[in-house]
Each structure stands twice: as C-alpha cells, then as structure tokens.
C-alpha cells in the first residue's frame, strides 16, 4: 500500500471511530452514520487512493468535474459518487445520468428538470432536499430560517414528492460557518426540528436521512442526528487546486 494510501487509510478510520464515540454518546448505532469523504478539487489520484484506502462513498461540488472522476474510475463499480454541491439547472442532465445520490435539490425549478432527465435516461435519482436555516444569501436552500414560517414550504413541497423519478430520502443543510462544533450544534437542532415537522405533514415521505456536519463540527452533528457527513480536508487533506468548473 502506497504511503498516500496508507496516510488516508489511516484518517479515514480514525474519523470513523470518532463517528462512532459521537454515535454512542447519543445513545445511536455507529452503523446509522455514512461518512461521506468530499474530493471536490482533488486530483484524480488522490481520489483513486482514497478509494483504495477504503473509502466507500466520495462527494463530490461540480458535476463536470465529479463526472470526469466518475468517468476515469469506472473500475471502481462499488463506490457511491454524491453530488452535495449547488446544482446549475443547467447542469442537471449530468446530475441525473452520472451520480448515484444527490444531496442539494433545492428548488421545484431543479427537481423538475433532474425528474425529466432521469426519465430520459431510465432512472431514479435518490436525492435530500437542501434547506437554508441559517438565512444567509450565499446559500441554497429552501428558506427555512423562520419556523414560523415552515408550513409556506409545504405547498412547493408536495409538488417536488410527485415527481416520479425522484426518490425523496431527507434533509440537507449547511449551518453558517462559525469556530466551534458548539456554533453549528443549534442549526443542526433547527434541522432535527424540520425533519419532524415535516415527516408530520407529510406521513408517507421518507425523512429519514439527515446529511449536516463537515470536518469542523461532524461530530456535534450526529449527536443531533446525522445520518451523513461530509467529511473532506480530515481525510484527504487540503484541496490540491482550485475549481473554475460550476
């Protein structure tokens, strides 16, 4: 096993042992968390040794360059690729033939045209619906800051769960990016929150899958919930260059 390889392996395992002390301080079973090891901006080499290292299911932010890797690791037929970036309406045909899960629909605009294009291409495409609770404009999401204000998301909501090639599987969101775990502790609450009120409002919807948490706060959020984390630069190490693809 090359040193690269083994440098990885050996992070990826001790973040799924933190995952799991997280687990069982909330009294959960280390197996309901999925790691999600993020390699946005990383060579294909990298990605490569990640995937020998273990690594079971990669994130990727730009769908262009997620499928170029998808593309040159086909080999790697066992490997999920998420896409957990913002998605262009533009780029949603790449979305919906190349990636195994998507964890950022986050408009009916989108939802509607991935749907059209899994048809075109015969599949269904698992997908979490994003959620802005913090209220910042740099993030996506359905606005949902205001819990007041959750049962106006219902209505664009029930129009995005009859779509018939998308399989709804939860929630995803990005808490605004502060110091501590203890910062992003709150927002994963308000999302815990959601979650209930809307598998409230909509009994026959899956809401089980909550992805929040990234290498500053992960474990914070599977105290509060999480079912997915993503999980970059604690396991890989810092971005190798800089993306222009969007």
């Known amino acids: 096993m090359s040193e690269i390889v083994e440098s990885i392996r050996e992070r990826y395992l001790a973040t799924l042992d933190r995952i799991a002390v997280a687990a069982k301080k909330a009294g959960r079973e280390a197996g309901s968390v999925k790691l999600v090891v993020v390699t946005k901006s990383q060579p294909v080499e990298i990605v490569r040794a990640a995937i020998e290292a273990g690594v079971k299911i ?9 499928v170029m890797k998808i593309q040159f690791l086909q080999e790697f037929s066992a490997v999920e690729w998420h896409m957990i970036g913002h998605v262009q309406s533009r780029k949603a045909q790449l979305v919906a033939a190349n990636f195994n899960f998507l964890h950022s629909l986050d408009s009916l605009k989108l939802a509607r045209k991935l749907d059209r294009f899994c048809g075109e291409a015969n599949r269904t495409l698992p997908v979490l619906l994003e959620f802005n609770v913090g209220g910042e404009e740099s993030k996506g999401g359905w606005p949902a800051w205001d819990e007041t204000r959750w049962q106006e998301l219902c209505a664009e909501l029930a129009d995005v769960f ?4 998308l399989k709804v599987h939860g929630l995803m969101a990005m808490p605004p990016l502060g110091e501590t775990a203890e910062f992003s502790r709150l927002y994963f609450q308000k999302v815990k929150r959601l979650q209930e009120y809307l598998s409230g409002q909509f009994p026959l919807v899956n809401f089980s899958e909550l992805s929040m948490g990234t290498s500053l706060d992960y474990e914070a959020a599977v105290e509060e919930g999480a079912t997915l984390v993503r999980v970059g630069t604690a396991i890989v190490g810092a971005r190798k260059y800089k993306t222009e693809i969007e």
Request: hydrophobic share 15%; proline share 15%.
């Open 58 to 66: 990669l994130g990727e932010n730009y769908p262009e360059e997620g």
């Open 162 to 165: 009859s779509l018939p090639r």
